[in-house]
């Protein structure tokens, strides 16, 4: 009988904060109920696995796997959920993660949030969503991460007016360093709000956080409609904005018991978005399945 198994990473609703402090860049991912989800089955004994041909970040990162696992398994990898790409909601570190972890679990292996980080880091600047709960990591390099704490409880009515942005061009912009110096310390000031609110379990402190942090980003990745969009959350009960600091989407925080389909309606007929979507908040963190002889196990990896 083939072995199966089966993981999943959650995306993200962009970033709480993303900056740099003391010249080392830096950010929180806002990890969502909205996941990439992969699954394998063990063909041949050859190390060759078949992956969709899009899917070439995937590819790249399990040959890094195999060569420090020296895993020998091979067989076909497929995705059964997709997050959209280029929207700064971590659709191709999700993708790696899912995929690392799914081959892992189908090789009788077990992968730590830090080997999947070192893997996904190995192709790009990455986010966080591979560890549990909300963690400051340096997404160019993966020098360092710091957990902060779990998710606190939060909806999100998020936006997107179209286009896309590659995040290797956007972390090689030869402004983006000078953009982060300038802003360094109301960074900081958004991450000081952004660790308090945490630690507090205070929405309303991370909110202003992620707003400030979001302002900032408008010089490098501008959002013709934040304005408007921000007065307008606010005056709907919303506590602020959360962006993709290195995407399109853009969010209002909204306290987690707050209704969000009825605002949805409006805010599609009043902002005209080409992609509309409510979220909640949760931890990071891969999970998983494989099947054996029949039987199925299920775990969570930080």
Known sequence: MALTAWARCPGTCGEWVQGAQSGVPFLVDCPIDRYAEAVVEMGKDDGIWLVPREKEKVRKALLLMREERSFSGGGILR????????????????????????????SGETVSGRSLARWAFGIEPSDSVMFPGLTEINHIRGSYHRTLGAAVPAGFLALDWG????????NARADLYG???????????????VREGIRGRDLEKMAAGSTLSAACNL???PKPWFGQFKAWVRSQGGLGLVTAHSGTLIAGVFPPDYALDGLLAE???RFRPVFAETFRARDGGVEYAFAHCGQAVSSSEG
């Open 79 to 106: 995705f059964r959920r997709e997050l959209p790409t280029g929207k700064g909601m971590a659709s191709s570190t999700a993708d790696i993660v899912s995929a690392c972890a799914a081959v892992a679990a189908a």
């Open 163 to 170: 286009g896309e942005v590659d995040t290797l061009r956007f």
């Open 179 to 193: 953009h982060y110096r300038k802003y360094e310390f109301t960074i900081g000031k958004a991450l000081a709000l």
């Open 219 to 221: 010089e490098v990745n």
């Open 267 to 269: 805010a599609k007929e």
